[in-house]
């Protein structure tokens, strides 16, 4: 097992573990500045294109102005993008209808990275600010990403 997967094994284990310490460090006062360190550090030495697993197991919310980027790009209408690749979720949102992304190729490269959506142009999340009000998504992101669970993981320690 490689050290990426290691770190989402580890997490998976941990996970009771990782939502008490998340929700006992939500308050800090330094909260931002301990992730964004952390994150520094973890992707100096990480390569998304190595592991993809976001692209391959979850989906993006993508918003309206993303619809109207990504639709253009492809040079179909709005409506032809929805029906073809969207569904709405529990939480009206748009997402994917499946996973894997229908834009990741073999080589775990997205084939409309210029234009991708704002919550993959962001994603995982651990370099925002007011990393207090998504305390739930870095945790279920410790299950999905090896660099947010390393990061967690060392923040842990």
């Known amino acids: 097992m490689n050290a990426r997967l290691a770190y989402l094994q580890t997490s998976k284990q941990r996970q009771k573990e990782i939502k008490a310490f998340l929700k006992k460090i939500k308050k ?26 976001c692209c391959k197991t979850t989906s993006p919310i993508f918003r309206d102005s993303d619809i109207r980027r990504i639709a253009k790009h492809l040079k179909v209408k709005e409506v032809k993008f929805i029906s073809d690749y969207l569904r709405i979720d529990e939480d009206s949102d748009y997402v994917l209808k499946s996973s894997p992304c229908y834009f990741l190729g073999e080589d775990n490269a997205c084939s409309i990275y210029e234009h991708r959506p704002l919550a993959c142009r962001e994603y995982p999340h651990t370099n925002r600010k007011n990393m207090h009000q998504i305390m739930e998504l870095t945790e279920r992101n410790t299950q999905v990403c090896p660099a947010v669970a390393e990061i967690v993981l060392k923040l842990m320690e």
């Open 28 to 53: 800090g006062k330094n909260l931002d500045e301990l992730f964004h360190h952390a994150h520094e550090e973890v992707f100096s030495k990480t390569n998304c294109l190595h592991c993809a697993n």
